[in-house]
């Protein structure tokens, strides 16, 4: 692509609520670091949710930012090359080049194009090659164990989840849309028509009914909740959460890259937060409905409407966050990492955390009293404090 057509597809990016061109934080890469930058890692991932890429074109960006910078925004390189894919000086500003988001941005859309008129045999470290067209062509390849360590790292593959129903039950739905009901009512699943995997699933109160959203948005409403539109157009990333005001008469939905979409009488207090560097993996009501936190990978919480913050973006954490659950009052929330490390903020009490588990957690459930359940992708729960442990699904497809 020429430089013209890098810096069109940039503008567009900023029209949506892309990073603006203002060079990130920057660091030398004479030598290159030895280990990534997990603020930039995260970036690179959002951005390329956000470009809604295939499995090859994430390979081929991990490849190219871990050959060329160890995944560090550089100040320097070979003569002009600079940002984290040490990109040339035709590929458009410094600041462009050092703005994380809008360099790999411009490394996707190239990416992409390739991808798309390149057979199955053609390997993700080639489309990186053809991209970056660097003088040693199969370092790409060589670099792949790496770069899927730190897609599995850093990102986040949103599944089904668990919700507390009363102090004694709950219900879990896998990604393939099965349900699973602990002490509480099955009303229906595996739906047939859907284009993509399942991401949430919602509780109506009186545990009466409930409402399964998958990554396209679609909903399927089961018992006494309603169905009140769905299958939202023009997200970028997949929907991946889903939150009901306390009457049951509307949701919002929340997408990876932080668009939020309201039905029913449920509000639309604001999203697509700027200043993200991670994308979003959580949606979360008040208890009024009048509000809702969104929460990204890397903990941050954007607190809406009469949601409050009580403090996010944790310390210390291994994984990627995955989930969050307010308390009962709404004034605090847990949240939860990829290895299960928990983190309480507000009212919320640290009950126990960092399982055993043979699978990355997906998602976290409070009680209404002061404990919480995780479930992880084999179906597997864990609890602690007053939640209860009710069993594991026999044969549960993956969450």
């Not at 959002?46 to 074109?57: G, L």
């Not at 507000?346 to 209404?368: K, L």
Request: one cysteine or more.
């Amino acid at each position: 692509m020429a430089v013209g057509g890098v810096l069109a597809a940039t503008l567009a990016l900023q029209s949506h609520g892309g990073a603006a061109l203002a060079a990130d934080p920057t660091v030398s890469c004479r030598p290159i670091p030895a280990a990534e930058k997990a603020t930039v890692a995260r970036q690179v991932y959002a951005q390329t949710i956000r470009d809604a890429v295939s499995s090859r074109v994430l390979l081929a960006t991990f490849e190219a930012a871990w050959v060329e910078s160890h995944v560090n925004n550089c100040s320097n390189g070979d003569l002009d090359s600079v940002g984290v894919f040490q990109q040339r000086a035709n590929w458009g500003s410094v600041d462009s080049r050092e703005t994380v988001a809008t360099a790999t941005h411009a490394f996707v859309v190239r990416a992409k194009n390739v991808d798309a008129t390149s057979g199955s045999s053609v390997t993700a470290g080639q489309i990186a090659q053809k991209v970056q067209a660097s003088a040693n062509p199969g370092a790409y390849d060589q670099a792949a164990g790496k770069a899927n360590a730190l897609i599995t790292a850093y990102g986040v593959v949103t599944g089904g989840g668990t919700r507390m129903v009363g102090s004694g039950s709950y219900v879990d739905v896998s990604s393939t849309g099965q349900v699973y009901a602990w002490n509480s009512r099955y009303l229906g699943g595996s739906p047939g028509g859907t284009v993509s995997r399942f991401t949430d699933a919602k509780v109506t109160a009186g545990d009466n009914g409930y409402w399964l959203l998958t990554a396209a948005g679609q909903i399927y409403a089961y018992g006494n909740a309603p169905y009140l539109g769905g299958g939202a157009g023009g997200h970028t990333g997949d929907i991946i959460a889903l939150a009901a005001t306390p009457d049951g008469q509307g949701y919002d939905m929340l997408s990876a890259s932080g668009q939020v979409y309201a039905y029913g009488n449920a509000g639309y207090y604001g999203g697509s937060p700027g200043g993200s560097a991670a994308e979003f993996v959580d949606l979360e009501m008040t208890p009024s409905g009048h509000g809702y936190w969104l929460l990204n990978s890397a903990g941050a919480i954007y607190a809406y409407g009469d949601a409050q913050y009580y403090g996010g973006s944790p310390a210390g954490f291994t994984t990627a966050i995955v989930a969050m659950s307010p308390t009962p009052t709404g004034r605090g929330y847990v949240l939860v990492s990829k290895s299960g490390q928990v983190y309480a903020y507000g009212d919320a009490q640290y009950r126990g955390g960092s399982p055993s588990s043979p699978s990355e957690i997906r998602d976290i459930s409070t009680t209404p009293g002061s404990g919480y359940v995780l479930i992880n992708a084999g179906g597997q729960h864990y609890a602690y404090g007053d939640a209860p442990f009710l069993g594991n699904p026999s044969q549960a497809s993956p969450f």
